[in-house]
């Protein structure tokens, strides 16, 4: 806690008050509520518009702040309230900032500042936001966490931030809500109308984990009421049959925590107000299922760590193997109760050791139980009850009309899954017509364990899997397969198919054989299992099955071989190393056991055996991928830490694809797990005394920019203490330098660049090899392309991403450039071909290009364009010829020249000193990337630094040219290796895909 300035804050507050000021900043001055009440000018100061009080202790607002209703600007960052109340009064507030308090929830009259611009609420606990919000028109930008919001406004909120929810929020009761808006009005009070109108019901998703034999199964039929009965074993202990996969069962609780029913389970029930609704979710404990499992973890569950106390050290193990799981998979936004089975309670498991190990769940008691016996059963169901009924937590569901009788149906339905589109048409039965809203209610449906809808991948969206215990123990009955088990993981499909179609161990019943390929599917769609090709047949074609999680043990004998100890003959090697880390910033890698199963899966088709499944090198902490430049990756998860090896001819981009499909940063997969790129020093690590490092020292490539940035030749290597050159750094382990290109290949741009002339008379008697350099040419065009696609690939976006900007004024910076014709064309992503050489038309012009005046801005972005669209636009003016033909269109041959010269005059343009409001701009502009961040994620000179400036270049080209062609110039959405491509249906006349 900070000393309060109070002589500073009394001497600022003082001169306010004399001089009448408008604006009062009393920011980082260690100030206590207490401390302001004491000072009387301050409730004095009503005619305040700016209140800074940044950065100080509050716990509550000053007295007297309601009747500062004046304010405008009201700044309340990094204290400690954990109410706002009064804040409702402030009519004329614009623009209100909360950020990192300890706020839990809203006044409900925060509805009644309707001037209201902007608010920020990030880092605050929130549980829910009043309803009244919703009728704020004039609210703009709202700033939270969603972690902790109630599941049908988190829904909302994950569908497109705050314009989903609040448009969500005003659909619920509106008219009721602005009654409620008006007797606040009227009364200037909350006395007896604080609360939102009724909550429709509770409800949770409570996830069973632990060791197998550890009683799940007992204990949640104990919690139903249910008589349990078991077996016991030699050793005394009693046992129940292991559940193949998984069980989902319903208990509904009252607020006191008793049972209101015995309910089956699979019985479908109609959402109650009266009751405690637990969805619960009975995970299997053999060690096989985790991987499968925690694809099911919600941050919002309860959990319940079940385990024996035997006094061994297994059983203790096991249960922080489970925990370690949640705290990655949830964020650490679990709440978890242990649960001690048998009536036995470990005087060596305490709770305080265990919320010290996983500071960031939340831990609700250790409980002792018995499940046969029933002891401590009641207790456990009345900590659930308060859990769930708390109105600070996010159990509270305030579902729209319609939602109920949707709910019903999709419970009841006879089906194990629906397409997506499916149950739209039930909701549209049902009175729920919007789209946004219909997604919302199955996100929440899934947020509260009803049934599983993986949006986070393509083809998971388009599925809404109403049992998932019937994916689950699928998948676990190739598990627990003997054969799949001794072929590791390779599965024939008609030996599959048998396995379906038997009795499970449990007696539970086969799988009918018409949904054999719907389970393949929905294996492939949650990163478990792929059909590998063999030669003729695509993906999804095979008659074998590769389980990821099961392949071998130990590396392949073959491995030697396919990567030898020397690098080979002209190729060279880079190094990375790869770390994972939550996001409290802790120090400690996190640990990623199951990163090598997604990469076997996402990098199946650069895998040894993409065509013979025979020649794939992966096992149990690594895998071996080349690409089509025989550039060649051994990937290997030594520890916590990812370690990858690069050989490569020319460039190392094959690097990029890795770092791509690991995903981690923003893939849902990893729930906010952070990754840090390191580059190996290789220099000073490799001297004598260093020698143990093995050219492992490690360098951020975070610190390497940074110190670009700021001019730094060189960066601290933290293993061995030593400067290294970044130049010396970046030549040897550098994946996204630009690459140098051949002097004859220079030349040869150099002259392209002119325009005007036939570029193979002038150049064919000067160069040997000109096919060879055409084809080099056209290579570079397509790793541009590639690292440009690469980098803003998004598996949940299937919009285009490659555009050119060129200005149609030929003198364009002697005309001012405060508006502008420019031609935006768009590119169909296989062939690199621009969509006007496919010669469709769209109305009476010509379909690929969209010309519009704009602003100067587009003179940034044109230059973000600049590299792709140079190289690109010169592989078409070599027309073919390295394929020995032309497949350029004759037609479009001026075109391209016109283009090209644009090209070479915008670039001679940009470098122009004399042009001093071009200059001005630039630099403007450039200013502003720095702010960003020196490299973006290409880090390539040309495509634009910052990855946010970036990222503005693709969304405003989609802007402009979706309001002219909302079909994209023609281009069809494609997806290939869990990726989205737009493609042009005629794309092969142009040649082969990127």
Same mark, same amino acid.
Request: glycine share 8%.
């Given at each position: 806690m900070s000393i309060p300035n109070l002589t500073e804050a009394q001497k600022r507050i003082h001169f306010c008050h004399r001089k009448r000021r408008n604006h009062l900043n009393l920011a980082e001055l260690g100030l206590r509520t207490a401390d302001l009440d004491a000072v009387p000018e301050f409730a004095q100061l009503t005619q305040l518009e700016f209140l800074d009080l940044t950065g100080?202790?509050? &716990?509550?607002?000053?007295?007297?702040?309601?009747r500062f209703t004046q304010l405008r600007w009201l700044g309340l960052n990094f204290n400690r309230l954990a109410s706002v109340g009064g804040v409702e009064w402030l009519h004329r507030l614009e623009r209100l900032y909360l950020r990192d308090n300890r706020v839990i929830s809203l006044p409900f009259a925060i509805g009644l500042l309707d001037r209201l611009v902007e608010l920020d609420l990030t880092a605050n606990p929130l549980g829910e936001l009043p309803l009244s919000m919703g009728l704020l028109d004039a609210l703009e930008h709202v700033a939270l966490e969603d972690s902790q919001l109630i599941p049908d406004q988190r829904s909302a909120? %994950?569908? %497109?931030?705050?314009?989903?929810?609040k448009k969500h929020l005003r659909m619920t009761d509106s008219a009721i809500t602005r009654e409620m808006l008006a007797q606040h009005r009227e009364r200037h009070a909350c006395d007896g109308l604080e609360a939102a109108p009724t909550i429709t019901f509770y409800a949770a998703k409570l996830i069973l984990i632990g060791d197998k034999g550890h009683g799940k199964t007992c204990l949640q039929k104990a919690l139903r009421g249910l008589q349990v009965t078991e077996k016991v074993g030699k050793d005394g202990d009693t046992f129940s049959e292991s559940t193949e996969g998984m069980n989902r069962s319903l208990l509904r609780l009252d607020k006191n925590g008793r049972v209101l029913a015995q309910l089956d389970a699979d019985a479908h029930v109609e959402p109650g107000r009266d009751g405690l609704d637990f969805h619960i979710w009975d995970m299997g404990g053999q060690h096989d299922y985790r991987h499968m499992h925690q694809m099911l973890f919600s941050p919002q569950a309860i959990y319940l760590a079940v385990m024996i106390p035997r006094g061994k050290d297994d059983a203790d193990r096991g249960l922080h193997r489970w925990l370690e799981l949640v705290q990655r998979r949830t964020q650490g936004n679990a709440r978890v109760l242990v649960i001690c089975t048998r009536g036995r309670q470990d005087a060596s498991l305490k709770l305080e050791d265990l919320q010290r190990e996983f500071p960031q769940l939340t831990f609700h008691g250790l409980h002792v139980v018995d499940s046969v016996k029933g002891t401590g059963i009641p207790k456990l169901r009345r900590e659930l009850a308060g859990i769930v009924s708390d109105k600070k937590g996010p159990y509270a569901q305030r579902w729209q009309p319609g939602w109920a009788g949707v709910f019903q149906a999709l419970q009841g339905h006879a089906e194990q899954y629906l397409s997506c589109d499916e149950v739209r048409g039930i909701c549209d039965k049902h009175g729920i017509r919007d789209g946004d809203a219909q997604e919302i209610f199955i996100r929440t449906g899934h947020l509260i364990g009803t049934w599983l809808w993986r949006e986070d991948t393509p083809a998971g969206k388009g599925v809404v899997v109403l049992k998932p215990e019937w994916l689950n123990r699928a998948v676990a009955r190739v598990l627990d397969d003997e054969p799949a088990r001794k072929a590791h993981g390779v599965i024939r499909l008609d030996h599959l198919k048998k396995l379906w179609l038997a009795k499970a161990r449990d007696g539970a019943q086969p799988f009918p054989a018409e949904t054999h390929n719907m389970l393949l599917q929905l294996m492939e769609i949650n990163e478990l299992a792929y059909r590998p090709k063999r030669p003729g047949q695509k993906h999804g074609e095979g008659d074998l099955l590769l389980m990821t999680q099961m392949v071998q043990e130990l590396p392949p004998t073959r491995l030697d071989e396919v990567w030898p100890v020397e690098t080979p003959q002209n190729y060279r090697e880079s190094?990375? &190393?790869?770390?994972?880390?939550d996001q409290s910033g802790s120090l400690q890698p996190?640990?990623?056991p199951e990163l090598i199963y997604l990469l076997i899966f996402r990098l199946r088709s650069l895998s040894l055996g993409h065509t013979n499944p025979d020649e794939a090198i992966h096992w149990q902490h690594g895998l071996v991928v080349s690409d089509k430049n025989h550039s060649m990756a051994r990937i290997e998860l030594k520890e916590r830490e990812l370690h990858i090896k690069l050989r490569y001819l020319r460039? /190392?981009?094959?690097? /990029?694809?890795?770092d791509h499909q690991i995903g981690a940063d923003t893939d849902e997969c990893w729930n906010g797990l952070k990754k840090t790129r390191y580059l190996s020093c290789s220099t000073a690590c490799r001297q004598p005394r260093h020698d143990m490092m093995n050219g492992q020292g490690r360098i951020s490539e975070d610190a390497c920019h940074e110190n670009l940035k700021e001019g730094f030749p060189a960066v601290n290597c933290a293993s061995c203490n030593k400067p290294v050159k970044l130049e010396a750094l970046f030549a040897e382990c550098a994946t996204q330098q630009v690459t140098l290109l051949d002097s004859r290949i220079t030349t040869l741009i150099e002259q392209m660049a002119e325009g005007g &002339? /036939?570029?193979?008379? &002038?150049?064919?008697?000067k160069l040997d090899h000109i096919a060879e350099v055409v084809t080099t040419i056209r290579d570079e065009a397509r790793a541009h392309a590639k690292d440009w696609m690469n980098a803003f690939s998004n598996r949940e976006d299937d919009r285009p991403r490659l555009f050119s900007i060129l200005p149609v004024e030929k003198e364009w910076w002697k005309t001012g450039l405060m508006e502008t014709e420019v031609d935006i064309t768009i590119w169909c992503e296989w062939s690199l071909a621009p969509v006007p050489f496919f010669g469709e038309k769209y109305g009476k012009d010509g379909r690929g290009t969209l010309r519009v005046k704009v602003g100067r801005e587009w003179v940034k972005h044109a230059k973000r364009a600049m590299q792709f669209t140079k190289f690109a636009l010169l592989a078409w003016k070599t027309g073919g010829?390295?394929?020995?033909?032309?497949?350029l269109p004759a037609e479009w041959k001026p075109k391209v020249d016109e283009w090209s010269k644009t090209q070479a005059d915008f670039e001679k343009a940009l470098q122009d000193d004399t042009n001093k409001e071009?200059?001005?701009y630039l630099k403007q502009a450039d200013e502003a990337d720095v702010e960003a961040g020196i490299f973006s994620k290409l880090g390539v000179a040309g495509y634009g630094l910052p990855k946010e400036q970036d990222a503005k270049f693709i969304h405003t080209m989609r802007e402009l040219f979706v309001k002219h062609d909302s079909e994209w110039g023609g281009l069809k959405p494609v997806l290939e290796e869990s990726r989205w491509y737009r493609v042009h249906p005629k794309w092969q006349q142009f040649g082969r895909k990127v």
């Open positions: 100080n202790e509050l &716990t509550e607002l000053p007295r007297g702040l309601s909120w %994950k569908q %497109k931030a705050w314009p989903s929810l190094r990375r &190393t790869i770390l994972f880390a996190g640990e990623v460039n /190392d981009s094959l690097f /990029d694809l890795i &002339t /036939d570029w193979q008379r &002038t150049v064919s008697g010829l390295a394929a020995g033909e032309y497949v071009l200059r001005a």
